[in-house]
């Protein structure tokens, strides 16, 4: 079935720092791949979306590419603040309502 | 506006007992879906609903598990004869329509089965 790997499964960064998480999908077609943030004892929020006609896409400090061919997508967040660590989704959908997401990534960025 | 909302926040209960999860979407969504989140573990897609559609029931992981929508707006998660297996947090999402739309989640339920 569907499958969507998120590596990796924790990272911490020094504040200012980049953070880059992956994602591969198993279903090509998928076309559309959004990221979510959840804050501790919240739902996850959206944060950033690409579109499969895109290979990259950016909204201040954080980006996000694609490599269809690949099957990855990307998060990038640049300059990190300590209001950046939350756990990271990332998710792929088939061109219907549902979205497959991955694992999580807790992001902890060390002041 | 007001987001989505979901009730109780948290629920304890002894194996065997049932439970409703209630979750309230934003007004004017069509769209809402359950999921669940167990501990560590990214969100399993449990039920979507889209307006008066008949429901996408795939993900219910077994017929324990059922949900409703009364009336296009609120939706009930009802799970009988909980094990310890169904602990997790049960998330419910909204979006303006069907299809790739940003989906937007209450703050969860958790549940824990003794």
């Not at chain 1, 499958?3 to 990272?11: I, R």
């Not at chain 1, 004892?41 to 944060?47: R, T």
């Not at chain 2, 109780?8 to 809402?32: F, M, Q, W, Y």
Request: charged letters at 20%.
């Amino acid at each position: 079935g569907e499958n969507v790997e998120q590596h990796p499964s924790t990272l911490s960064v020094q504040e200012g720092d980049s953070a880059v998480i992956k994602c591969t999908y198993s279903d090509s077609a998928s076309n559309y791949f959004p990221w979510y943030k959840q804050e501790l004892g919240k739902g996850p929020q959206l944060i950033i979306d690409i579109r499969s006609n895109v290979g990259e896409k950016k909204d201040q400090r954080i980006a996000v590419t694609l490599n269809k061919t690949a099957k990855h997508f990307s998060l990038h967040i640049t300059e990190t603040q300590p209001e950046d660590s939350a756990v990271y989704f990332c998710a792929a959908s088939p061109g219907t309502y549902k979205y497959i997401f991955g694992t999580g990534t807790r992001l902890k960025v060390l002041a | 506006g007001a987001g989505v909302s979901q009730s109780p926040s948290n629920k304890v209960t002894e194996k065997g007992k049932d439970v409703e999860l209630r979750c309230d979407p934003i007004s004017g969504h069509t769209a809402l879906y359950w999921y669940r989140q167990r501990l560590g573990q990214g969100l399993e897609f449990l039920i979507y609903f889209q307006g008066n559609s008949a429901p996408d029931k795939s993900g219910l992981p077994s017929d324990r598990f059922s949900a409703e929508r009364t009336g296009g707006s609120v939706s009930t998660l009802t799970i009988q004869r909980t094990q310890q297996e169904d602990s997790a947090v049960y998330l419910c999402a909204s979006s303006l329509r069907q299809g790739q739309n940003e989906q937007f989640f209450g703050p969860g339920t958790r549940l824990t089965v003794l």
